[in-house]
């Protein structure tokens, strides 16, 4: 199994929207980066489900990544801990059990960078819209079993 650890593209700021933390929408840059990236990595094999936090910018960018991809929407699914702090074990659970190759996970900092290097060891630079693979040999999500496989940032 293949995940793709993503945070979420760049959005505006409570002071612009005047809103929520919660509510916070992509700008428009933050749109037109993400899908450009999308666009690039389109001869990869698309992810067969994408996991997203609640939070309106994360499902903003699932929604630019499933577009990107031509994907029913069916592929789409909220995990609410994505918008808090998820642990491991939440991840785990959430990937458990499933015959994808490929999975896109849709949250935020410092959770996205956090989880990599359990997951890895490794560390990545996560500015808005980075996209980093990890490989599973074995198949299951665990930790310090996972390979970065690359990261690509609008």
Known sequence: MQLWMIRHAEAMSTWETGGSDFDRPLTEDGRAEFGALCRQLRDRPAPQR?????????????????????????V????????????????VAATADRDESVVAVVGHQPSMGHLVYTLTGRSVRYSPGTIAA????????????????????P
């Open 76 to 91: 789409l699914e909220m995990v609410p801990e994505l918008g808090e702090a998820p642990l491991v074990g939440e991840l």
């Open 134 to 153: 990890i490989e599973f040999a074995n198949g299951s999500v665990a930790k310090e079993m996972g390979e970065l496989l690359w990261s690509e940032s």
């Open 50 to 74: 994408i996991l997203h936090s609640p939070r309106l910018r994360a499902v903003e960018t699932a929604e630019i990544l499933r577009r990107s991809f031509d994907l029913p929407e069916s």
